[in-house]
C-alpha cells in the first residue's frame, strides 16, 4: 500500500511539476506578451486622459466663458444629523439642478468630497439662488429645508457652495449657501 | 493621500471635486478634474494635497509611471518647504509603485528613507513591504525585526507573520517557522481577514508537520481549520492523508467522505474521491472499493462533461459576455461585483482563478478599457453639438456686427459719462460758491416765475387801481420762498451730492457691463476660428483612439479568454488522470479476484 501512495505522489508530484516546467517556458513568453499588453494599456489610458482633459477645458471655454460662468458646489458635514436625499437647485426662480443621491455619493461626500452641482451662465448683475434641501433628519423623520441668497455676478467666474452643516450644539442641521472669493 | 475613513475638511473646492470621485473610486473622473483644475489654476499651489492625490490616483488607476513622476518631482523640489509629512507620504507612494513594479531595490531605498509621520495603516503596510523584500533577498532575520516596530491592531501584522514564517520553514528554520506560525494558528479573533489567516497558518503548519512525518501533530493543526472556509478542503484532504499514515484508515475514510459532501468542487474534492476507494483497498473491502470507484467515475465523467460544455462556452466567446458591465457608462463596477454575477457552472471550475491575482487585474483593465471606449464615443457624439452651438454663436456675433448695435450703445454711454462729469464740476462750484438760485427745483422756479409776472402785470395796472393788498401778498411770497431757498441750501447741496453718489454708483456698473461686451466682442473672432480648428482635431483623435482601443479590448478579451481556457482545460485533464486512475484501479481489482494465484492486492 505504501507503493502506491509513494506511487500516487510520485504521479501528482510529476504531473505537477511536468506542467510547472512547461508552464515556466511558458509563463516567460506570457510574461512578455502580458507586459506588452500593460503598457499599451497604460499607454491607451494616459492619451485618453489627456484628451479627456482637452475636451473639458474646450467644453468649458466654450459654453461657460469664465465673465457669465457661474458654479454651485455642495458639500455635507459628517451627516449624522441630516440624511440628504435629493438637492433643487434654482436661480431666479428658475429650476436649473434636480439631484438624486446614490448611498455611494453620499458617502463620498461625507468623507469631505464636494460635488460639482451645476454649471452655467448668468448675466452680470444681482441673481437669486434657492436650495432646497430634501432627506431625513433628526429622530428620522423627513425634512425639507431651503436657504436662499442674493449674489452679485461680476465679469469673473462666480463660486458658490451650498454647504450642510451639522450643528450640534443644536442638534439641528444648518444649511448655508457660501459665494467664494 | 486622503485615508479610509477620516473626514476631509476641504479648503480649496477643486480639490474637493476630485475627493467626491476618488471617494467612489472613479479614479478616471477624478484625475481628470485635478489636471483639469491644475490648467485653469484653480488650485493653492502652496497646499501639496492634490499632487499627492494626483500621483496616488496614477498608482491606483494603473499608471504607475506617471505616479513615481509626480512623486520624485515633489522630493525633487528645490525650494521644497514640504513638511516631513509630505516627503513620508510622497516616499511611501513612490516606494509602493516600485515595490508592485517588481523593483525591490528602488522600493527599499524610498521606504527606508521614511520617518515616522505615517499613520498607523501606512505603516504597517510599509514594513509588510519591506519585509517581502527581504524575503525575495532571503534576509529572514531583517524581517523577522519587523515584528518589533509594527503597530499594533493591523491585519498586516499577519501577514507578515505567516510569510515570515512560511520564508523560514522552507529556509529549514523550522522551529522559528513554526513558532510563528504558531502564534497564529491559534489566535481567536472577530475578524474576518485574520480567521483567513490562522487558517491558512495551519494549513501550513500541518503540512510541513506531515512531510516531516509528525503525522499527529499535523492532525493537530489540521482540526483547528474551520469547516466553512476557505482552506476547509485542502484541511480534510490533508487530514486524511494523516490519518491514513498513522494507519488509522476509518478515520481517513471519515475526512475523505466528508469532503466528498462539500458542495463546491476543487482539486482536493476529487482527489478526495479516488483516496476512498483506494482506503477501501487497503482494508480489503473490494467490493466497496469497487463501488466508490465507480461513484468516482460517474462523477469525474460528469464534471468532465461539464468542463467540455465550459471549454465551449468560453470559445463560442459566452464567457465574455458575462463579464461585460451591465451599464454602459458604469465608471467604477468592482471586479468582484462582476464576478457574482458569473453562472454556477463557470464559477463552479474556475473559483480559484477568479481570485488570482493576474485574473483580477486582466479583468480590471478589461473594465477600464471598456469605459474609456465608452468616454470616447460620449465625446464623438458631443462634438456636433459643440459645433452647431459654435455656428450658432458666430451667426448673432456676425448679425449684431452687421447691426451695428455696439457701437451707438457705447456711444450713448460715453455720453452719459460726460454729462456725469459736467455735472460734478458745477456740484463742485455751487460746494465752493454758495448760489441759492442752481437748486432751486422747477416746481419753485415756476412759482418764483409767477411771482415775477404777477408783480409786472400789477405795476401795468398800479395807477388804475389800488392795489397795495396785493402787492404786499405778492412781497411776502417772494420773501418767504427766497428765504426758504437761501436757509435750506446746505440741504440741498447735501441731497444733489447724495444722488451724484448714486449716478456714480450707477454709472460704475454700466461701465462693467460694458468693459465685460467689449471684452467678449474683442475676443470672439479668434476664439471662434480657434475653437473650430479644435473641434476638428479632437475629432481626429478621438478617431484615431477609438481604433486603437478596439484592438486593445479584443487583445484583453483574449488575454481573459485564453485564462480562462487554460484553466478549465488543465482542470479536465486532471480529472481525466484521476478517471483513467480510477479505471485501472478497478481492473487490477477484478483481475485480484477472478485469479486465484495472484493473492491480495498487497
Redesign the interface.
Known amino acids: 500500500m505504501r507503493h502506491f501512495i509513494s506511487r500516487l505522489l510520485i504521479i501528482n508530484i510529476f504531473v505537477i511539476f511536468s506542467l510547472f516546467s512547461t508552464t515556466s517556458l511558458l509563463a516567460e513568453s506570457s510574461k512578455t506578451t502580458t507586459k506588452n499588453i500593460n503598457q499599451t494599456i497604460q499607454n491607451l489610458k494616459n492619451e485618453v486622459l489627456e484628451l479627456n482633459r482637452d475636451l473639458f477645458i474646450l467644453e468649458e471655454d466654450l459654453l461657460f466663458s469664465a465673465n457669465t460662468q457661474v458654479n454651485v458646489f455642495l458639500s455635507m458635514d459628517s451627516g449624522k444629523l441630516f440624511k440628504l436625499d435629493s438637492v433643487q437647485l434654482k436661480i431666479d426662480d428658475k429650476l436649473v439642478s434636480n439631484y438624486l443621491y446614490t448611498d455611494r455619493e453620499i458617502r463620498a461626500l461625507h468623507r469631505g468630497g464636494v460635488q460639482r452641482l451645476y454649471i452655467g451662465n448668468l448675466t452680470a448683475g444681482e441673481h437669486e439662488i434657492t436650495a432646497l434641501f430634501i432627506g431625513v433628519g433628526p429622530n428620522q423623520r423627513d425634512y425639507k429645508r431651503g436657504a436662499t441668497q442674493k449674489i452679485e455676478k461680476t465679469d469673473e467666474a462666480l463660486y458658490i457652495e451650498l454647504k450642510i452643516i451639522d450643528n450640534t450644539s443644536k442638534e439641528q442641521p444648518e444649511f448655508d449657501v457660501k459665494v467664494w472669493e | 493621500m486622503?485615508d479610509e475613513?477620516?473626514?476631509?475638511?476641504?479648503t480649496d473646492?477643486s480639490y474637493?471635486?476630485s475627493?467626491?470621485?476618488?471617494?467612489?473610486d472613479k479614479y478616471?473622473s477624478a484625475?481628470?478634474d485635478l489636471?483639469?483644475a491644475k490648467?485653469?489654476r484653480r488650485l493653492d499651489t502652496q497646499d501639496k494635497n492634490p499632487e499627492l492625490l494626483l500621483g496616488g490616483m496614477y498608482l491606483s488607476?494603473?499608471?504607475p509611471?506617471?505616479s513615481s513622476e509626480i512623486f520624485n518631482e515633489l522630493l525633487d523640489q528645490k525650494d521644497n518647504n514640504a513638511s516631513a509629512s509630505v516627503r513620508d507620504r510622497a516616499l511611501y507612494h513612490l516606494g509602493k509603485n516600485y515595490y508592485q513594479a517588481g523593483l525591490m531595490s528602488k522600493a527599499e531605498q524610498s521606504l527606508i528613507k521614511i520617518t515616522d509621520t505615517l499613520n498607523d495603516q501606512h505603516e504597517a503596510e510599509r514594513l509588510y513591504m519591506l519585509a517581502n523584500i527581504y524575503l525575495s533577498n532571503n534576509r529572514l532575520d531583517e524581517s523577522l525585526n519587523l515584528l518589533n516596530l509594527i503597530p499594533g491592531g493591523t491585519t498586516w501584522e499577519d501577514y507578515i507573520k505567516f510569510n515570515t514564517g512560511t520564508g523560514l520553514i522552507k529556509a529549514e528554520r523550522k522551529d522559528e517557522g513554526t513558532s510563528l506560525l504558531e502564534g497564529m494558528g491559534s489566535n481567536d479573533s472577530y475578524n474576518y481577514e485574520k480567521k483567513i489567516l490562522k487558517d491558512k497558518a495551519n494549513i501550513a503548519l500541518a503540512y510541513t508537520a506531515l512531510n516531516s512525518q509528525e503525522y499527529q501533530k499535523a492532525n493537530v493543526y489540521f482540526e483547528r481549520v474551520r469547516l466553512n472556509g476557505s482552506q476547509t478542503d485542502d484541511a480534510l484532504l490533508g487530514l486524511g492523508w494523516a490519518w491514513?499514515s498513522q494507519g488509522a484508515i476509518e478515520k481517513a475514510l471519515a475526512s475523505w467522505f466528508e469532503l466528498s459532501k462539500q458542495r463546491q468542487s476543487s482539486p482536493a474534492k476529487h482527489e478526495a474521491l479516488i483516496a476512498i476507494p483506494?482506503a477501501f483497498?487497503?482494508i480489503n473491502n473490494h467490493d466497496q472499493a469497487l463501488h466508490e470507484y465507480d461513484k468516482a467515475i460517474d462523477n469525474y465523467k460528469q464534471d468532465i462533461k461539464e468542463l467540455n460544455h465550459l471549454i465551449q462556452s468560453i470559445q463560442s466567446g459566452r464567457f465574455i459576455e458575462q463579464l461585460n458591465p451591465g451599464t454602459l457608462g458604469t465608471e467604477s463596477s468592482l471586479p468582484a461585483s462582476i464576478l457574482k454575477n458569473i453562472d454556477p457552472i463557470t464559477n463552479k471550475y474556475l473559483s480559484e482563478l477568479f481570485t488570482s491575482h493576474?485574473f483580477h487585474q486582466s479583468l480590471q483593465?478589461y473594465q477600464?478599457?471598456s469605459y474609456?471606449f465608452y468616454?470616447?464615443n460620449h465625446?464623438r457624439n458631443?462634438l456636433p453639438a459643440?459645433e452647431i452651438?459654435?455656428n450658432e454663436k458666430r451667426k448673432a456675433y456676425n448679425s449684431k456686427l452687421k447691426q451695428g448695435v455696439q457701437r451707438p450703445k457705447i456711444n450713448r454711454a460715453r455720453q452719459l459719462h460726460s454729462q456725469r462729469n459736467t455735472l460734478a464740476l458745477h456740484v463742485q462750484k455751487l460746494s465752493k460758491n454758495e448760489q441759492t438760485m442752481e437748486l432751486v427745483s422747477d416746481k419753485e422756479r415756476e412759482k418764483l416765475s409767477m411771482l415775477v409776472k404777477a408783480r409786472k402785470t400789477i405795476k401795468k395796472i398800479h395807477n388804475q387801481e389800488d392795489l397795495q393788498e396785493e402787492n404786499d401778498k405778492i412781497r411776502l411770497l417772494n420773501g418767504l420762498m427766497h428765504w426758504d431757498i437761501t436757509t435750506s441750501y446746505a440741504r440741498r447741496l447735501w441731497d444733489t451730492q447724495k444722488n451724484l453718489n448714486e449716478l456714480d454708483h450707477a454709472i460704475k456698473?454700466m461701465n462693467?457691463?460694458i468693459?465685460?461686451l467689449s471684452?467678449?466682442w474683442q475676443q470672439a473672432p479668434t476664439?471662434f476660428g480657434g475653437?473650430h480648428q479644435?473641434?476638428k482635431d479632437?475629432k481626429t483623435?478621438?478617431n484615431q483612439?477609438k481604433s486603437?482601443?478596439y484592438a486593445?479590448l479584443k487583445?484583453?478579451e483574449q488575454?481573459l479568454s485564453k485564462m480562462a481556457l487554460n484553466t478549465a482545460i488543465?482542470y479536465s485533464n486532471?480529472l481525466k488522470?484521476y478517471h483513467d486512475r480510477a479505471l485501472f484501479a478497478k481492473a487490477r481489482i477484478y483481475d485480484s479476484l477472478t485469479s486465484p494465484d495472484k493473492g491480495s492486492t498487497?
Open positions: 486622503a475613513d477620516t473626514h476631509h475638511s476641504v473646492l474637493g471635486v475627493l467626491y470621485h476618488f471617494f467612489q478616471f484625475i481628470s489636471i483639469v490648467h485653469y488607476y494603473g499608471l509611471q506617471k491514513y483506494y483497498e487497503k493576474k483593465n477600464e478599457l474609456l468616454t470616447l465625446w458631443n459643440l452651438i459654435l456698473k462693467t457691463s468693459k465685460s471684452n467678449t476664439r475653437f479644435k473641434i479632437k483623435r478621438i483612439l486603437r482601443m486593445a487583445e484583453q488575454s488543465e486532471r488522470m498487497q
